[in-house]
Each structure stands twice: as structure tokens, then as C-alpha cells.
């Protein structure tokens, strides 16, 4: 069965601090993605990678940074919370070529405070 | 304007009517067509993924893509509680370099009431 797997399900933080999120697949795929949801704003793609150490810029890519070292991992990171970073955090993957069918995580509750 | 219109709702229905849910996109380079399913504190599953246009059917699923219009909906027929769900429709965009980035509608909060 195919899983997705996400660190936390529920982060509170304080404004400043570094936040990481961390992203697990074991499905072997190339492509992995962030995206942050919203209500009214649906599903915003933040950052992808469809490769170890490639990373692409999405939608709303600002005060936000990735790392993918290793291809099953996928990693957030928020430099510097803010509270308009509240939000719903979904990291997915899919097999290059197949970016239609995303694989979800159960999502990552980030409160900043 | 937004690349993949989806009127939120939310949307109540009686248990066993037929659901329409409805989308529309502005980029007609978009190629591929999926709905995705999420249930409350869940990440979205995938339900229906369609390239042409016409309708795809699957069980009480009917995917519809009409690309003259840029149109597309999904039907779902004897509705059941269990489809109380957000149904939120996507596009996908192969850039240049083969990397393929989804487009999301803002997604249908649906309510069967039994």
C-alpha cells in the first residue's frame, strides 16, 4: 500500500522561529511536492522536486526553502515563521510522468503564533 | 483571474440524488483533468483522471471534460453519506522541462443527508 508519511500533525511555533517539515514517501517516486491549503484559496503549490537535489520554485514559493538529499525525502523549511504562514501544510509524490496522480500525506496543522 | 474556477459551496443533497460538481479553466494548454477527493483531516485522494474530452465512467463516478469550453464536471449517481467529502478538481501543465506541476480548483464541500 502506498504511503506518504509527514512529521508532525500538528505544530504550534512562535513567530521567528525555523520550522522544518519533513516528508516521507516509499513508493521509489521522482517527483514530490508542497503545497499549503487554505480555505477560499484551495490547494497552493509551494515548492516541487523531480529529483534528488532539484528543486523547482511554485506558486507561492516566498519564505519558504526545500531540501531533497535523498529521493524518499522531502523537506519544508520556514526560515523565519510568520503568522500569515498558518496554515495547512500537504506534501505528495508521484512517478515522473504520472504528475496527474498525486500521492497525499495526511497533512501537517502549522499554528504560529 | 484563476486558472481552474470551482464554486465552493458548500452543497448539501438528499441521500440517492444525483450530484453535479463543476469546474472551469482558462489555460487551454492544460492537458490532463482529475478530481481528487478529501475527506476531513485528510490529505486528497485521487478519484478520477481523464485526458479528452467525453465522459469517463467509474462505478457511480462519471467524469466529463468538455475541452471547447473548458469545462469539467463530475457526476456522481446514487450519492451515499460516504460521499460527504471536498471534491476538488485539478489540471496539469507539462512544462518544458517534462516536469509536471497540478493546478487545483478551490475545491466543493459536499454533504449527502441521509
Known amino acids: 500500500d502506498v504511503k506518504v508519511t509527514q512529521s508532525s500533525r500538528y505544530l504550534v511555533k512562535r513567530t521567528g522561529e525555523k520550522v522544518f517539515l519533513e516528508c516521507v514517501q516509499d513508493m521509489d517516486h521522482e517527483n514530490m511536492f508542497w503545497y499549503r491549503q487554505d480555505p477560499g484559496l484551495g490547494l497552493r503549490l509551494i515548492y516541487f522536486?523531480?529529483?534528488?537535489?532539484?528543486?523547482e520554485k511554485g506558486d507561492i514559493p516566498e519564505g519558504y526553502s526545500v531540501s531533497r538529499e535523498k529521493k524518499e525525502r522531502f523537506s519544508l523549511i520556514l526560515e523565519s515563521a510568520s503568522t500569515n504562514q498558518t496554515s495547512m501544510y500537504l506534501c505528495?509524490?508521484?512517478?515522473?510522468?504520472?504528475?496527474?496522480?498525486?500521492?497525499f500525506g495526511p497533512g501537517t496543522r502549522l499554528t504560529v503564533t | 483571474q484563476k486558472e481552474v474556477e470551482q464554486d465552493p459551496g458548500p452543497l448539501s443533497v438528499p441521500e440517492g440524488a444525483i450530484v453535479s460538481l463543476n469546474c472551469t479553466y482558462s489555460?487551454?494548454?492544460?492537458?490532463?483533468f482529475m478530481w481528487y477527493r478529501q475527506y476531513s483531516r485528510k490529505g486528497p485522494e485521487l478519484l478520477m483522471y481523464t485526458y479528452s474530452s467525453g465522459n469517463k465512467e467509474d462505478g457511480r463516478f462519471t467524469a466529463q471534460v468538455d475541452k471547447s469550453s473548458k469545462y469539467i464536471s463530475l457526476f456522481i449517481r446514487d450519492s451515499q453519506p460516504s460521499d460527504s467529502a471536498t471534491y476538488l478538481c485539478a489540471t496539469i501543465l507539462i512544462s518544458n522541462f517534462g516536469n509536471e506541476k497540478l493546478t487545483f480548483g478551490t475545491g466543493t464541500r459536499l454533504t449527502i443527508i441521509p
Open positions: 522536486s523531480y529529483d534528488v537535489k532539484m528543486k
Open positions: 489555460n487551454s494548454a492544460f492537458q490532463y
Open positions: 505528495a509524490s508521484s512517478y515522473r510522468g504520472q504528475g496527474g496522480e498525486q500521492y
